[in-house]
């Protein structure tokens, strides 16, 4: 699961999951003249608060969270994860609000109604969770502010001056180094030893020009957007996610060739609106 690819609204949908939580260890009821010494169940005291507003709320968010983080949303029954989410968040927040309006449920129809029990600050609590849980996974694909990565992307490399050699490392095509024959400081490799090296500010001697003219950068993607092999096979390999940033290192005849963090390569066929580094 890529954190990177979360948003603002998962982030508020991760935040209200947590706050519905603390919630759910607080008092269902409030009753008038009680003594203090009472102890007042919690909503797990209460089975149709703990499955229709607790529980149908956190499974919710959960669902909502990794289909985000998910390189491919499983579907069941036609629909993804995310959607199935979203409809238990809608679920919890609507029987919040009935059982703030009726939280004894029909107790208080029976008999003398008049010392009912109220909704609790647990129950009240949970109300205002499961409300902004469903407000955030219905709104995050329609607000663009929600729509932000919820980690910032890290900045590129900076560029290096021209002629010199980056590090080695993940996505640096940087020369090894390899220790002088004359006991000196390690020199690139391709330097013969005791050959002269050039100082700041003297002229460097000519070299080969590249073979090709294209040199990688780091670049990163508006919206998630699938890898495919460099044979062609129609099933992509990876998801590049938002926020993250991912070293293109040739130009092929089917698109972009990136390089993913743990090593892969594979096709960009589309490259369009990506931030280059």
Do not use: C, H
Not at 26 to 53: C, E, K, T
Not at 95 to 102: C, E, P, R, T
Not at 112 to 121: H, K, L, V
Not at 206 to 214: G, K, L, N, R, V
């Amino acid at each position: 699961m890529n954190i990177r690819s979360l948003t603002r609204g998962d982030g508020v949908v991760i935040g209200a999951a947590v706050l519905l939580f603390v919630a759910s260890f607080l008092d269902l009821y409030s009753i008038d003249g009680i003594p203090d010494s009472y102890d007042m169940p919690s909503l797990w005291g209460s089975g149709p608060v703990l499955f229709g507003v607790v529980l149908a709320g956190i499974i919710g968010a959960a669902l909502v969270v990794i289909s985000r983080g998910l390189p491919q949303v499983p579907k069941v029954a036609g629909l993804d994860l995310g959607q199935f989410g979203v409809a238990f968040a809608v679920f919890a927040a609507w029987s919040a609000l009935g059982n703030i309006f009726d939280p004894s449920g029909g107790y208080d129809n029976v008999g003398d109604s008049s010392n009912s029990p109220d909704a609790g600050t647990g129950l009240i609590l949970a109300l205002i969770a499961s409300l902004l849980l469903a407000a955030a996974a219905v709104a995050t694909p329609l607000v663009p502010a929600l729509q932000a990565a919820l980690v910032p992307a890290p900045k590129p490399p900076a560029p290096l001056p021209y002629g010199a050699q980056p590090p080695a490392g993940y996505g640096y095509p940087g020369a090894q180094q390899q220790p002088s024959a004359f006991g000196g400081p390690p020199q690139p490799q391709g330097q013969q030893p005791g050959q002269p090296a050039f100082a700041a500010g003297q002229p460097a001697p000519a070299q080969q020009p590249p073979a090709a003219d294209f040199s990688p950068f780091w670049f990163a993607v508006p919206v998630p957007r699938p890898l495919y092999a460099e044979d062609g096979a129609p099933m992509p390999i990876a998801e590049l996610a938002p926020g993250t940033w991912y070293l293109a290192v040739e130009q092929g005849a089917q698109g972009l060739v990136a390089q993913t963090q743990d090593g892969r390569r594979g096709v960009l066929r589309d490259t369009s609106g990506i931030q280059r580094g």
